[in-house]
């Protein structure tokens, strides 16, 4: 790969108290990124730095798919209590499949 047509990136995850000795520490944060940033997904001690705002939106799009993940394990504990977990892993293999829906459809024949 040809390292002169590679864009620069810098990405780091500081306390904002340290954020000035970070940069003195470190050349490429100093000379890259221009302002820190505060984000959702970190609490309020922590700023990102970065050349790349655009980072911050994706990074921010995959902890909101996270967090719908976490809610659709919840939601699935709640359906399947513990003993039909454990009745599913031990006959799993005999399952041809589990499927939940709140729509109303007719089965193709």
Known sequence: MNEDAMEPFVFAIVPGREERAFRKENRDVDLLVKASTKTEFLPSKWTVLTENKGIIGVISE????????????????????????????????????????????????
């Open 62 to 109: 995959i902890i909101s798919v996270i967090n719908h993940l976490r809610f659709i394990i919840e939601l699935i504990s709640w359906f399947l209590p513990e003993d039909v977990r454990r009745t599913i892993e031990l006959f799993g293999d005999y399952l041809r499949y589990i499927h939940f829906t709140d729509q109303w459809t007719v089965h193709r024949t």
